[in-house]
């Protein structure tokens, strides 16, 4: 099966990066504008996405939809075009779920998708939008080798096995080790920037881990645009980890941290990538705005003696 249309909800930073390769390679990415912002309807024009203005208008005619959302919002989109290709009667629709979602939650859009007749891809994206050539989209199910052709677009696909939800297992347990290593340095450079001793570890990291402190700077740089959703696939975790009979300890404290960031930085934090500033920068700003910051509730009168 060729895919020539390819609907993509929704164009933020991935998906924005999604349609400009797809556009290169030739095939048309397509996307809905109801109700979206006008800086999504600029990102659409310069990617370039086709604009269509109702749901049931892209399924109609898409040959694959693909959802690139923040993990709360992926069971609702998968549900509107699961209702959306019902009301067209648009059978077999193939549809890639490429969240940071548990299996639960993959299993729930799965139920929604073939409930209304479509075709369910499990799926994730692990590597830079920016880089998509060398990211990877791992897909899992029995319908999984239905894209192949995408490779010819560009978009590396790795077939992980037949599970129906192994590629969404996959992502939130891969996701909790960068995201996880991003929270523990920001919790410890946080500290270090507070004893002045930032410039020092940062360098000791260096001689003791080469490599590891740039590497990392980018996902900690990152957080002032994206710790709310880095957040949200942590608790994907968590909730995984439980689903399996497991008690997770550590991915808990890291969803707090990140939550905990996305709050100091309500209306400070940039809104463009490009506005980023280095690493010290950005510790230096996490400190200016709280994070971590000491709230005593009790007084003296409060404290343990």
């Known amino acids: 099966m060729e895919f020539r249309r390819i609907g993509i909800l929704n164009i933020g930073e991935m998906g924005y990066h999604w349609a400009r390769l797809?556009?290169?390679?030739?095939?048309?990415?397509?996307?809905?504008?109801?109700?979206?912002?006008?800086?999504?309807?600029?990102?659409?024009?310069?990617?370039?996405?086709?604009?269509?203005?109702?749901?049931?208008?892209?399924?109609?005619?898409?040959?694959?939809?693909?959802?690139?959302?923040?993990?709360?919002?992926?069971?609702?989109?998968?549900?509107?075009?699961?209702?959306?290709?019902?009301?067209?009667?648009?059978?077999?629709?193939?549809?890639?779920e490429a969240n940071a979602i548990s299996p639960m939650t993959?299993?729930?859009?799965?139920?929604?998708?073939?409930?209304?007749?479509?075709?369910?891809?499990?799926?994730?994206?692990?590597?830079s939008a920016r880089r998509?050539?060398?990211?990877?989209?791992?897909?899992?199910?029995?319908?999984?080798?239905?894209?192949?052709?995408?490779?010819?677009?560009?978009?590396?696909?790795?077939?992980?096995?037949e599970g129906a939800t192994q590629a969404s297992a996959f992502k939130v347990v891969y996701a909790g080790f960068t995201k996880g290593l991003a929270g523990l340095l920001t919790e410890l450079l946080t500290g270090a920037h507070k004893m002045g001793l930032l410039e020092q570890i940062l360098e000791r990291y260096e001689e003791s881990f080469p490599g590891l402190p740039g590497k990392a700077s980018g996902s900690i740089t990152s957080l002032r645009l994206h710790a709310a959703r880095r957040g949200e696939e942590m608790a994907e975790l968590a909730d995984?980890?439980?689903?399996?009979?497991l008690e997770p300890v550590v991915t808990p404290a890291i969803e707090r941290l990140l939550k905990a960031v996305a709050a100091a930085e309500s209306g400070h934090g940039p809104k463009h990538r490009d506005e980023l500033g280095s690493l010290p920068e950005t510790v230096e700003g996490f400190v200016e705005h709280g994070l971590l910051a000491a709230h005593d509730e009790g007084g003296d009168e409060g404290k343990d003696r």
């Open 22 to 96: 797809l556009a290169a390679r030739g095939a048309e990415p397509l996307t809905c504008v109801a109700g979206r912002s006008e800086a999504t309807r600029q990102r659409c024009d310069e990617a370039p996405v086709r604009q269509v203005e109702s749901l049931e208008r892209l399924v109609e005619e898409a040959d694959l939809v693909v959802s690139i959302v923040v993990p709360s919002a992926a069971l609702e989109v998968a549900r509107s075009v699961a209702r959306a290709a019902a009301a067209v009667k648009r059978q077999g629709l193939p549809f890639l």
């Open 106 to 127: 993959a299993d729930a859009a799965r139920a929604e998708l073939e409930g209304g007749g479509g075709v369910y891809v499990d799926g994730c994206i692990i590597g």
């Open 240 to 245: 995984t980890f439980r689903h399996a009979g």
């Open 132 to 161: 998509l050539e060398t990211a990877a989209v791992y897909v899992s199910g029995p319908e999984a080798e239905r894209l192949a052709p995408l490779r010819e677009l560009g978009l590396p696909i790795r077939v992980l096995g």
